[in-house]
């Protein structure tokens, strides 16, 4: 099934599943146009790991269809699936050699064996491992590991390959390379890759379009990018990268809203969706980034400006943040702010006092509905 000219790997339509009265998959549809790196977003809980079942075949919907290549893969048994998995624990066997671990599925569809040595030297060209074939997978290093686990799926050539948090076992500096190579991988080979995650960083990272899913519905999907400057719902904008959220009450609509904070404070900010009617509640987001910790002898001409006390200061090199108090007269109104890399900065104690400012359009609100 398409739409127009535009080729899906991978559709589903209204998908549901319900556990003991628990909806965990509710109504979830979309389309991966082919060749794509799209990844599945969300917290412990929100229905991810159930959809991927479904997916592999693992788990039959309650309702709705998933069609690969535009064929229904209702009651089509996982290995009739035009498609591969990688686990986060990647199951090689130890007793093969890297190149027997490759060819094992090969082997099992009973592949001629020159064939095999053919397909088998090839994907193991384009992972970037040529050399590695008679090696054991206790000679390899993580990521070369990952990615043997990786070829050993595409070698198969599926329609579309899944990935159950495939980087979840390595440590962080291995993780920030893997980033980097999946993708290269994925546009390598051209393959659908369907990424599943609960870490916001490997998603934004590597994927063409990223679906953020909550309470077994998609909140949102869109690019990397969509997904950071413009949420379409607070989940969204509180989960996608790291948001300060303040309840407010509007007071005047327009292209830069005037919201009041705490203690009475004024702010304006765009709305993320419709403008609510003013006196209406909302919740306000600025991201640290976006928030200007303007020291004492600094100007600080932006739209918004606070005056605040610096409580805690967090080292971090480049990712180094306060969280500062913000004077409201006695309500509290605490704001995380990052701090940019220059000599100005390095002598900021707890205690001191500046001004946080960010313009209109860095502040976000949204109708207040408890999410």
């Not at 090689?92 to 592949?111: E, H, I």
């Not at 980087?167 to 659908?192: H, I, P």
């Not at 509180?238 to 300060?244: L, P, T």
């Not at 080292?315 to 309500?331: H, L, Y």
Request: hydrophobic share 40%.
């Amino acid at each position: 099934m398409t739409s127009g000219n535009q080729p899906f790997d991978l559709e589903c339509q209204e998908v549901c599943k319900r556990f003991a009265g628990h909806q965990a998959v509710d109504g979830v549809s979309f389309q991966i146009p082919a060749g794509s790196f799209f990844s599945i977003l969300g917290p412990s809980g929100c229905g991810k790991t159930t959809l991927l079942r479904m997916l592999a075949g693992f788990l039959e919907p309650d309702s709705g269809d998933i069609r690969i290549k535009g064929r229904s893969m209702l009651g089509i048994a996982p290995n009739r699936r035009p498609l591969n998995m990688v686990f986060q624990h990647l199951a090689l066997f130890p007793m093969m050699s890297v190149a027997d671990n490759v060819a094992y599925g090969l082997k099992r569809r009973g592949t001629a064996r020159e064939e095999i040595r053919r397909r088998v030297a090839d994907v193991l060209e384009r992972v970037g491992l040529p050399d590695s074939g008679d090696k054991k997978p206790e000679q390899l290093s993580g990521g070369q590991k990952q990615r043997i686990a990786i070829a050993r799926c595409l070698v198969l050539e599926p329609a579309v390959l899944l990935l159950d948090e495939p980087l979840g076992a390595l440590d962080l500096k291995l993780r920030e390379q893997m980033k980097v190579e999946l993708k290269q991988l994925q546009q390598t080979f051209g393959t659908t890759f369907i990424y599943i995650t609960h870490d916001q960083s490997e998603a934004l990272v590597m994927s063409d379009q990223v679906a953020v899913m909550n309470q077994g519905r998609f909140e949102q999907v869109d690019s990397p990018q969509g997904l950071y400057y413009n949420p379409q719902t607070p989940f969204v904008a509180g989960f996608v990268g790291d948001s300060n959220r303040m309840a407010a009450r509007l007071l005047q609509a327009g292209p830069h809203a005037e919201l009041e904070l705490a203690g009475g404070l004024r702010v304006k900010a765009r709305a993320a969706t419709a403008p609510v009617a003013p006196g209406s509640q909302a919740s306000l987001f600025v991201r640290p980034e976006s928030i200007v910790a303007c020291l004492p002898d600094m100007p600080c001409e932006l739209d918004n400006r606070l005056s605040a006390r610096v409580e805690t200061l967090l080292f971090d090199g480049a990712n180094s943040r306060i969280e500062a108090s913000v004077a409201t007269g006695g309500q509290s109104l605490n704001l995380t702010v990052r701090l940019p890399q220059t000599p100005a900065y390095a002598q900021l104690r707890p205690g001191d006092l500046l001004t946080l400012g960010w313009a209109a359009d860095q502040g976000l609100y949204f109708p207040e509905t408890g999410a």
